[in-house]
């Protein structure tokens, strides 16, 4: 019987997690939330969660109403997400949390030994190199949840890693597909909100829409498959049928395909390397008929282009690239910014960062909150 926690239980992958959880007889130790008091304290009632965090501190009371009487104690803040990275006895921590934020939790359950189902690409985006270290020393395994990545993980059973030649990451283009810049001048927000294929939350689905997502994948994979840029394609696939391949040396290509359904990863992520019976449906081709796939517009989606640009230049520079677009993804959401704009300001970051080596934490911080600083000023001039 597997022991998880889940931070950033009440979003699109938390709940969905907690769905494959129930079925599966999991037992949840921990659950975390940003904010939603009364999500989180249905899941913790379920689960007999021992203990429940909400980030948002001023939720504090409204959960602790909802939870009196049951057992599970309450924590706050970034510190309780740190404590509940460091419980004893807990097979994988589930880290769906979005942003940087998840970062020290990873560290802090790597640390302890935890496995990681890893949810929450910013972390290796900004701290990649940490990261995989930290999990080297401590012979800890990261499951990737992503599902090009689960899909690349997948690929890989049986092989060697070092037996890759490319990997073919796949995206589906969002949206905004096969528009110029002059067509995305004016798209609301609901617009960017529309994704074709996948249900997630906000903040991913922007990403979708500008292709920062695919970029900050791309990252992500060169830190969880030790790959160079160069072994990295992107392609364009509408359908969101094949998630993700890997070329070996012998030019062999093994992809994953299923229907666009987190469920599908999370659970392998959760019970690997079982495959068990899904809640996700089945995959008919027939029902598609036809697959498509085409090279990506860089010249339109900026925020792809510089992503590619920031893993180059290596050092603290991705970490600032992910701190400016977290920003400027919220001021798009809160109306303060045209869609466009946020490409440009994440495109300015790159150019204006400082690039330095991580030795520590510290060092991702800091290009963190500068690039935060310098996207607030020029929105607010
Ligand atoms: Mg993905």
Redesign the pocket.
């Known amino acids: 019987m597997k022991v998880i926690t889940v931070l950033g239980s009440t979003g699109s992958i938390g709940t969905q997690a907690l769905e494959i959880a129930k079925k599966h007889n999991i037992i949840v130790k921990a659950l975390a939330a940003n904010s939603n008091a009364k999500l989180l304290a249905e899941q913790a009632l379920s689960f007999s969660a021992e203990y429940v965090c909400i980030y948002d501190e001023s939720k504090k009371a409204e959960l602790e109403e909802y939870l009196h009487g049951s057992g599970t104690e309450i924590i706050t803040g970034a510190e309780g997400l740190k404590r509940i990275a460091s419980l004893d006895g807990v097979d994988i921590m589930l880290n769906s949390v979005v942003g940087m934020v998840g970062l020290i939790p990873t560290l802090t359950a790597i640390e302890k030994g935890t496995d990681i189902a890893l949810a929450n690409k910013e972390t290796l985006v900004a701290g990649g190199k940490l990261v995989i270290n930290a999990a080297k020393e401590n012979g800890v395994k990261i499951f990737p949840v992503?599902?090009?990545?689960s899909a690349i993980f997948q690929a890989l059973q049986g092989n060697d890693m070092n037996r890759i030649k490319s990997i073919i990451l796949t995206a589906s283009g969002g949206p905004f597909f096969g528009k110029t810049k002059r067509e995305l001048e004016n798209v609301t927000v609901k617009e960017a909100l529309a994704h074709p294929n996948w249900s997630m939350g906000n903040k991913i689905t922007i990403d979708s829409a500008t292709l920062m997502?695919k970029g900050l994948?791309f990252i992500e994979a060169m830190w969880l498959f030790d790959l160079k840029p160069e072994q990295i394609q992107i392609v364009i696939h509408r359908e969101s049928v094949v998630h993700s391949a890997v070329e070996f040396m012998d030019n062999s290509v093994i992809a994953q395909l299923g229907v666009p359904d987190m469920k599908i990863p999370i659970q392998y992520a959760l019970l690997y390397p079982h495959r068990i019976d899904s809640p996700a449906g089945r995959l008919s081709l027939t029902d598609y008929a036809k697959l498509s796939f085409m090279q990506p517009d860089y010249g339109t989606f900026d925020c792809l282009t510089a992503c590619i640009k920031a893993i180059k230049l290596g050092g603290t520079v991705p970490a600032a690239v992910n701190g400016a677009n977290e920003e400027a993804v919220a001021a798009f959401l809160s109306g303060k910014i045209k869609f466009l704009r946020i490409g440009e300001l994440v495109s300015e970051a790159l150019e204006s960062a400082q690039k330095k080596e991580i030795t520590c934490v510290e060092d991702i911080l800091q290009a963190d909150k500068a690039a935060r600083d310098c996207v607030r000023n020029r929105i607010s001039c």
């Open positions: 992503d599902s090009e990545h997502n994948e």
